[in-house]
């Protein structure tokens, strides 16, 4: 199976401040992630697809970039509801697998 | 806008079995790929399943596999995770999630709460 490994684990940020989340493949996925934000007791929510395809709605302080076994999330000015665990999701190959999470918290 | 309640969780003991539901409304749901996603208490999110828009595919998570079983109704609009077997690590608040392209996976669009499965005697 295709492992995706995230950093950094967790980061303090402030609001306002540029945020930057990576996530590296164990073997070459093309632009086959996504990233989804999760906040606790709730629905994980889709933020991007393909690896750089912002979904409809989501604001566009969001941007992922990326391809083959290296990409990033980028939140370009952290908001009071930003705070949450970021995931990313591998659909090169089965089982689609699961990044281990970045945790965003206030500094 | 898709809209998922997955129902059907609850206790159960080792070695016991359990089916969840998950009513989709908002979509053409014949028309989409469906996954089943958990997570344990203090995890991360964990893939579980993939069901292809007919039913006639379907792909496991390596925990899972042979023991779990991934379907669908499309005529009630509605998706199914039969569990057997179940060990305590299967302990988990469990999301049905549409794909987000359609026929060829390419992301998990969730629009539930989730229901709570917890495996112990």
């Known amino acids: 199976a295709i492992q995706l490994t995230q950093s950094p684990s967790s980061l303090s940020a402030s609001v306002g401040d540029r945020v930057t989340i990576t996530c590296r493949a164990s073997q070459g996925i093309s632009t086959d992630l996504a990233w989804y934000q999760h906040k606790p007791g709730k629905a994980p929510k889709l933020l991007i697809y393909e690896a750089s395809s912002l979904k409809s709605g989501v604001p566009s302080g969001f941007s992922g970039s990326g391809s083959g076994t290296h990409f990033t999330l980028t939140i370009s000015s952290l908001q009071p509801e930003d705070f949450a665990i970021y995931y990313c999701?591998?659909?090169?190959?089965?089982?689609?697998?699961f990044g281990p999470g970045t945790k965003v918290d206030i500094k | 806008q898709v809209q998922l309640a997955e129902s059907g969780g609850g206790v159960v003991q080792p070695g016991g079995s359990l089916r969840l539901s998950c009513a989709a409304s908002g979509f053409t749901f014949s028309s989409f790929g469906m996954h089943w996603v958990r997570q344990a208490r203090g995890k991360g999110l964990e893939w579980v399943a993939f069901?292809?828009?007919?039913?006639?595919?379907?792909y496991y998570g390596d925990s899972v596999k042979g023991r779990f079983t991934i379907s669908r109704d499309n005529s009630k609009n509605t998706l199914y995770l039969q569990m057997d077997s179940l060990r305590a690590e299967d302990t988990a608040v469990y999301y049905c999630a549409r794909d987000f392209r359609g026929v060829i996976p390419a992301a998990c669009d969730f629009g539930g709460q989730g229901t709570l499965v917890t495996v112990s005697s």
């Open positions: 999701q591998q659909f090169y190959s089965y089982p689609f697998t």
């Open positions: 069901i292809r828009n007919d039913g006639g595919k379907e």
